[in-house]
């Protein structure tokens, strides 16, 4: 099939706000009409991430997920909190297997096109011009997901923490995972007074992913990472003989910085590059499936793409919370414990998802009354 030069739409990126857009104009016969291009130097052929989320059954994910729990637990120095998350389930999926459902399904379009180049430039114009390393395509619009250029020189003037870690999937000869239940947050291993915890996501009784994270201004060396989980895996896991068998690392901007200011009428930045990370946790699967839906539902009614997909009382929530763990990042094992304690994870999941009360919204930041958080809400104003 020729590839044709000028597209209705091109989606650069095939990550995952690329890939659920493209998914949701597909499946959509009001765009079947329309021609799509996904643009990314990556054949997506590999298990470069996974991604975790909360969800009420039954939905369009449930084929996908590698593994779901109905408990949790967040462990803190002095306290062990456990949370049943029903209606909730916590799922985790393979990027590898979201990849390769998504590429399966795009490929029996016909309008969709995927060219596999590295984008060189855009430049807005009558027709968006895209460039290549080979090739000039033009579109009416364009959905960008790549961080904007001026990011990392500007984010410094703005409140910003970074989530980075690096996870093991390991196995083990005999059983020692609980496989009923997720470790949200294990907090009794930490890097000094950093905001730092352990995560585990037990696959079966014999495999887990393991990772140390950290929020922090800034990153460390990849041997602290492997220094904190070895530690970890012997010392409160008691596990002595195990296989790594799959490596991951990440680092996740949490920041207040203003990506909507790169939209215009015809780009719209998506992902990681439009801020659709929720800046207060680094969780994304789910803000993605949202607001890819309010872009479809904007394009129908002949509306700017990126019209409100962002909600100002939360990005002040998140704002709050992020110059506390700027200004005290110590704090940060004190925040997820009055979090997990005082409100019920029910609450906390609506309160995450955007989707609280305004009665839940003040529950939870009364759970965090202090003055840390009384300083740092005068200091965002």
Do not use: C
Request: aromatic share 14%.
């Amino acid at each position: 099939m020729t590839t044709p030069v000028h597209f209705d739409y091109i989606i650069i990126g095939n990550g995952l706000a690329g890939l659920q857009l493209a998914l949701k104009l597909a499946s959509d016969s009001y765009f079947k009409d329309k021609t799509i291009a996904l643009i990314d130097p990556s054949e997506k052929n590999t298990n470069d991430k996974t991604w975790s989320f909360w969800e009420t059954n039954p939905s369009q994910w449930d084929h996908l997920a590698y593994r779901s729990w109905q408990k949790a637990e967040v462990l803190t120095t002095n306290k062990n909190i456990s949370l049943n998350l029903s209606p909730y389930s916590y799922k985790s999926i393979r990027a590898i297997d979201f990849y390769t459902e998504a590429k399966a399904q795009l490929q029996h379009h016909n309008n969709i096109h995927f060219i596999i180049e590295p984008v060189i430039s855009v430049v807005e114009e009558k027709l968006i011009r895209v460039k290549t390393t080979n090739n000039t395509f033009t579109a009416s619009h364009v959905f960008d997901s790549r961080l904007p250029e001026s990011f990392s020189s500007e984010v410094k003037d703005h409140i910003s923490i970074i989530q980075h870690f690096k996870g093991w999937v390991v196995t083990t000869e005999n059983d020692a995972f609980d496989i009923d239940q997720v470790t949200m947050m294990d907090y009794r291993l930490k890097d000094g007074d950093q905001t730092s915890f352990i995560y585990v996501l037990p696959f079966s009784k014999t495999e887990a992913l393991i990772e140390f994270t950290y929020f922090t201004e800034a990153v460390v060396d990849e041997s602290i990472y492997d220094t904190y989980l070895k530690q970890y895996i012997k010392e409160y896991l008691n596990i002595d003989r195990y296989a790594i068998i799959e490596t991951e690392m990440g680092q996740i901007p949490m920041t207040t910085y203003n990506f909507s200011k790169f939209n215009s009428g015809n780009i719209t930045k998506i992902g990681t590059g439009g801020g659709w990370v929720k800046a207060s946790t680094g969780y994304s699967f789910k803000h993605t499936e949202k607001k890819v839906a309010k872009i479809i539902e904007n394009l129908k009614l002949g509306k700017r793409p990126s019209h409100g997909l962002f909600r100002r009382k939360y990005r002040f929530y998140d704002k709050v919370f992020l110059k506390v763990l700027q200004d005290e990042n110590h704090k940060g094992e004190w925040i997820f414990k009055q979090f997990y304690d005082k409100n019920s994870v029910q609450t906390m999941f609506r309160f995450l998802d955007e989707e609280s009360t305004f009665a839940e919204e003040l529950k939870v930041m009364s759970s965090l009354f202090s003055w840390s958080f009384i300083s740092a809400f005068f200091k965002t104003l």
